[in-house]
Each structure stands twice: as structure tokens, then as C-alpha cells.
């Protein structure tokens, strides 16, 4: 499956508490999409958060944020793993 990684540009009041969270949520419904959420990266400060995930397409990774949690990405983008 390709791997796509997800871009949310500002999440207002981000905590890693929060992300954690809804990483755990997305971890629960991520079977029903075929999907796999892999890691996350975030800052607080700036309430930026990064997704790796792998799924069939870009639509059936966003469907599980949106039923998880309704954070959404600003960006999804398919990449490739480098050596």
C-alpha cells in the first residue's frame, strides 16, 4: 500500500496529551479504511502535526481522522521511504 503522510497546519490548543489522543482514536477505527497509522510528529508551540500513514489512498486515510476525531488534514501527500 502506499504511504502517505498527513499535514495539519494548526490544531488550536494542541497538547501532547491531545495528539496522543487523537492518534489513540484513530489507532481504534483505522481497520474499518484498510488504513494503518503508522507515526506522528507535532509541535505545540506552532500546533503543527504530521501523519505517517499507510493506506490505499489519500481519501480512505483522511475518512479515519475525519471519523475518529474531525481533525482533518490540511495536506496529504503520498511519499516514498528513503534509503
Not at 479504511?33 to 505545540?44: I, Q
Not at 501523519?51 to 495536506?75: F, I, K, Q, S, Y
Request: glycine share 8%; aromatic share 8%.
Amino acid at each position: 500500500m502506499p504511504l502517505y503522510m498527513d499535514y495539519h497546519k494548526k490544531v488550536d490548543g494542541l497538547t501532547a496529551d491531545a495528539v496522543a489522543g487523537a492518534h489513540a482514536r484513530d489507532l481504534e477505527v483505522q481497520d474499518k479504511h484498510n488504513v494503518h497509522y503508522l507515526k506522528y510528529w507535532f509541535d505545540e508551540g506552532s500546533g503543527k502535526v504530521f501523519c505517517l500513514v499507510d493506506a490505499p489512498n489519500a481519501e480512505a486515510a483522511e475518512a479515519v481522522h475525519r471519523e475518529a476525531h474531525g481533525l482533518v488534514a490540511d495536506e496529504i501527500t503520498e511519499v516514498s521511504e528513503g534509503a
